[in-house]
């Protein structure tokens, strides 16, 4: 009997799923960019991260070996999401906090940032428009 209980309520809760439309490839597309573009910032892969940033974003101002020289001077101790949604263009934004260390001073700091994205038809993929999180003295 309390196989058959189990076997309905197992039926019950994936009955509402059956009917659940499919997420848009748009929105798994921005999912997987939000999360390999959070994992590298974690790791300290500026130089990486840069590939989600909008061509003409990089264009206008490309990361020189003194920025990636900078990058490397700290450490990313944290990077947690604080609030993120849709914004009224289509695109997304979010607000991060992001925790580093100055290997040199061993000093944590905090620095906020502020992710907008927008959804580029033509590559089927989101694009970074804020630019990498100022986290170096010389971008704050």
């Not at 058959?4 to 019950?12: C, E, Q, R, Y």
């Not at 509402?16 to 929105?27: D, F, I, K, W, Y």
């Not at 914004?87 to 061993?106: E, I, K, L, P």
Request: charged letters at 25%; one cysteine or more.
């Amino acid at each position: 009997m309390s196989r058959l209980l189990l076997l309905f309520a197992v039926l019950a809760l994936a009955l509402p799923l059956a009917g659940c439309p499919e997420r848009s490839s748009r929105q798994q597309a921005l999912d997987r960019a939000l999360y390999t573009y959070a994992g590298m910032i974690r790791w300290g892969e500026f130089e990486a991260a840069q590939e989600f940033l909008d061509p003409e974003v990089r264009a206008a101002a490309p990361l020189t070996e003194l920025d990636l020289e900078r990058f490397r001077q700290i450490q990313v101790t944290s990077y947690h999401v604080k609030a993120a949604g849709p914004t009224a263009d289509g695109g997304y934004a979010r607000t991060v906090d992001v925790g580093v260390v100055n290997r040199h001073t061993q000093t944590e700091r905090i620095v906020q940032a502020l992710e907008t994205w927008r959804w580029d038809e033509p590559s089927r993929r989101w694009l970074l428009t804020s630019g990498l999180p100022p986290v170096t003295a010389a971008q704050r």
